[in-house]
């Protein structure tokens, strides 16, 4: 499909759009709605700037767009765009064969009739779409270390760990010694999961990284005797391999025509090994949910600021450091 004709469609489908209706950008979440449909251009209007509330949006600009769409093989990643250009994904979601997936931060081109950036009104105008939904807290062993960790690096000076006294100390080294444990557990069985979904091995893109399917072969010596007796089979004098060295019997290989397999438990096994990370996405991520966390009067983030108290409050009864003066003493007085 050639972009002359997603054009028209794009155009046709904000001619039919209801009057009132409002699209969310999505990376600063602004709210507009169509204001004007022309030939060449798209003009917006938005609903909470009281300046430049309007805005026209260029056909070339779309095309550029359509053009950066529909080269990507896993969708256009939304960071890429220009300072201001967060409402063209917006729009271009109108089109049904373009979807933002605000989640993973792109917009893919879909063979079917895609989803759009138009708010429910229905939701907007229900007083109990208003109401935040309860939140749950993940039942998994590294989320309640990672927001006590959290806490604690922002409260010390990790630069300058000489200065921490030492029941601090022994505090993050307990946070960080459960973390490493539960993130790898857990990591594992993201592994297992997400190795049923890579298929070849080439990297496979999300936003904060890459991961490719790989394999690792690991052998081991069988039973000795066994290993001798089959080298003796095959002209190999016993003293030769005494003592069944992995380099010696790799040497016998050389000049026999026996396989590895005849002589090692050979075992190999699929992994996923990180492929890259994109420390800058994670940086700017990270910062967005701090700030949010920060000035947030919302309901949410008060919660989660009392569980990381709450939670602070646990972990310090369980780690707190006494000397051995301290702990005697006590158990006298009791």
């Not at 990376?27 to 609903?47: C, G, K, N, P, T």
């Not at 989660?304 to 709450?310: D, K, N, S, V, Y």
Request: glycine content about 4%.
């Amino acid at each position: 499909m050639t972009f002359n004709v997603s054009w028209h469609t794009l155009l046709e489908e904000c001619d039919d759009l209801p009057e009132e209706a409002t699209l969310l950008t999505p990376l600063s979440q602004d709210r507009f709605r169509i204001a004007d449909v022309q030939e060449h251009r798209i003009v917006i209007e938005f609903l909470d700037r009281d300046i430049d509330e309007t805005r026209p949006l260029q056909r070339d600009q779309f095309e550029t767009l359509y053009r950066r769409i529909t080269e990507a093989a896993d969708g256009f990643d939304l960071s890429r765009l220009p300072t201001d250009a967060d409402p063209y994904p917006a729009v271009l979601s109108l089109h049904p064969r373009f979807e933002v997936d605000a989640d993973a931060g792109v917009i893919h081109e879909m063979e079917s009739p895609t989803g759009t950036q138009v708010i429910d009104e229905a939701a907007e105008t229900d007083p109990a779409a208003d109401e935040p939904e309860e939140r749950t807290e993940p039942d998994v062993d590294v989320y309640g270390d990672a927001l006590l960790l959290i806490d604690a690096l922002e409260r010390h000076d990790i630069a300058a760990l000489d200065g921490l006294d030492t029941s601090a100390l022994i505090n993050l080294y307990t946070l960080l010694s459960d973390i490493q444990r539960n993130a790898n557990n857990l990591r594992q069985e993201v592994s297992d999961t997400l190795l049923d979904r890579l298929h070849h091995d080439q990297p496979v893109h999300g936003q904060f990284g890459s991961v490719q399917r790989t394999s690792r072969r690991r052998r081991e010596l069988k039973d000795e005797d066994e290993v001798l007796a089959t080298l003796e089979e095959a002209g190999i004098d016993r003293e030769r391999v005494l003592g069944v060295a992995p380099d010696k019997i790799d040497d016998a290989l050389k000049v026999t025509e026996l396989s590895e397999s005849d002589v090692y438990d050979v075992e190999k096994r699929e992994y996923v090994r990180k492929a890259e990370v994109d420390e800058e996405v994670k940086e700017s991520r990270l910062q967005g949910l701090k700030d949010r966390l920060a000035t947030s009067d919302d309901p949410e983030a008060v919660e989660l600021r009392e569980e990381i108290e709450e939670l602070e409050g646990r972990i310090d009864e369980l780690t707190e450091f006494k000397t051995g003066r301290q702990y005697h003493t006590q158990s006298g007085a009791e």
